[in-house]
Nanobody, 126 residues
């Protein structure tokens, strides 16, 4: 089992930046693919960005390409989501997720991810 804890959310004006962190604890002696999802009330959880277990590949939803960057610090068991040029439509609860399957590509569906954090709110004002 692995536990995930997100931090770094908050309120920011449009055009601003935030850096989300996801710290993993528990069974961190094996690799995981990691991803960020987001969810608005009444909507389905949406894939935002992901990184493979080997960190050799990343993937982004089209709406955040060029603005968001996912990265990981394996030594610290932490994954980051750097979010620049934020827009009001980026407002959502952001969740970190871990997938123990060792795929060579990023998976974008929620059912592949076994472990989830509690979420952190990101609000972008216009």
């Amino acid at each position: 089992q692995v536990q995930l804890a997100e931090s770094g959310g908050g309120l920011v004006q449009a055009g601003g930046s935030l850096r989300l962190s996801c710290a993993a604890s528990g069974r961190t002696d094996r690799p995981y693919a990691m991803a960020w999802f987001r969810q608005d009330p009444g909507k389905e959880r949406e894939f935002v960005a992901g990184i493979t277990w080997s960190s050799t590949s990343t993937l982004y939803v089209e709406s955040v390409k060029g603005r968001f960057t996912i990265s990981r610090d394996s030594a610290e068991n932490t994954v980051f989501l750097q979010m620049n040029n934020l827009k009001p439509e980026d407002t959502a609860v952001y969740y970190c997720a871990a997938d123990p399957a060792l795929y060579s590509r990023v998976v974008v569906t929620t059912d592949s991810y076994d472990y989830w954090g509690q979420g952190t709110q990101v609000t972008v004002s216009s």
